[in-house]
């Protein structure tokens, strides 16, 4: 299956490169467990250490209205859905320059649940950066990797993970995020060229020099997103980063507070179908319609 992606194990060349590292290993696995395994912020504090990260300012909405009261919004809504969550891991994907990473950390903040950042995990257990990974081992390696971490993490709930742009392509890694809440941030392909502007040389993926214009960012990232679109479709949640926004004044702040709004519509929905299920009774004028004497 085209979901499936690769299935080539790293070269011994790629593995000595990072050290040693072979996917599905006992040493690399627990590697990841340990990490996986960091405690929560403890319940009532990190709000109060962290809550400077989220203040919105004219610079960070560049250019749209300020909101002062909108991180007191976050929380406000965040503490509320927590039990209604019951622990569901909370899982962030789409393309590259998304926000996946920015928007998760607030929403951990809020939530109190454990951030992991699927990339940095494999920059961790690896020790080198995405690039190395990709330029040492080649990407079929990093995809084993990225495909490990996302297995390790599937046991553990009250987790919000910012997965990669392409974790998408794999049906392991769904077969991992399934056990939690997949939420899309679905950023135009403009808007993501404009932020990727400069940074060609740090995402392998687009594989182009410093200078590339913004127009041929914009193009190699629709190529990139018209192989996964119906992958993306996948989720569970759809959050649009265009829909009722300029492109300038999206915040991360912003955009959590609708995925904060989207799951709590998603738990009222899933509410009222199981209240309708509790108030079922059977239509007695049909089977009124059946001829009861048989049964005699």
């Known amino acids: 299956s085209a979901l499936a992606g690769p299935r080539l194990e790293g070269s011994p060349g790629a593995r000595a490169a990072l050290g040693g590292c072979r996917v599905g290993s006992v040493s690399t696995a627990r590697r990841i467990g340990r990490l996986a395994l960091a405690s929560p912020p403890a319940r009532g504090s990190a709000l109060t250490r962290r809550r400077p990260d989220m203040r919105v300012g004219a610079e960070e909405l560049r250019g749209g209205p300020v909101d002062t009261s909108l ?41 109190k649940y454990t951030f992991f950042d699927t990339d940095e995990l494999v920059e961790t257990v690896t020790g080198k ?24 993490l ?25 056990n939690g809440l ?73 955009v959590a507070f609708k995925v904060l709004k989207e799951i709590e519509a998603m738990i009222d929905a899933k509410d009222a179908r199981d209240e309708e299920r509790k108030n079922f009774t059977i239509n007695q004028d049909n089977i009124n319609k059946f001829d009861m004497d048989q049964l005699k």
């Open 129 to 152: 950066s995405v690039t190395e990974v990709f330029d040492e081992a080649g990407e079929p390696f990093f995809r084993q990797m990225e495909e490990e971490v996302l297995q390790q």
């Open 71 to 111: 991180p007191d919004r976050v929380l406000q809504l965040a503490q509320s859905l927590e039990p209604r969550l019951k622990g569901s891991a909370v899982y962030l994907v789409g393309m590259m320059g998304s926000g996946k990473t920015n928007v998760g950390r607030i929403l951990h903040n809020s939530l």
């Open 182 to 254: 997949v939420v899309w941030l679905d950023a135009p392909t403009s808007l993501l060229a404009e932020r990727l502007q400069g940074q060609t040389t740090e995402r392998p993926l687009l594989d182009m020099p410093a200078d590339a214009t913004e127009q041929q960012l914009k193009d190699k990232l629709d190529a990139i997103f018209a192989e996964r679109r119906t992958m993306y479709q996948r989720a569970d949640i759809r959050i649009s980063l265009e829909d009722g926004y300029e492109a300038g004044a999206v915040s991360p702040v912003k």
């Open 154 to 178: 599937k046991p553990y709930t009250r987790i919000l993970v910012a997965t990669g742009g392409g974790v998408v392509t794999s049906l392991k890694n769904w077969d991992a995020m399934r």
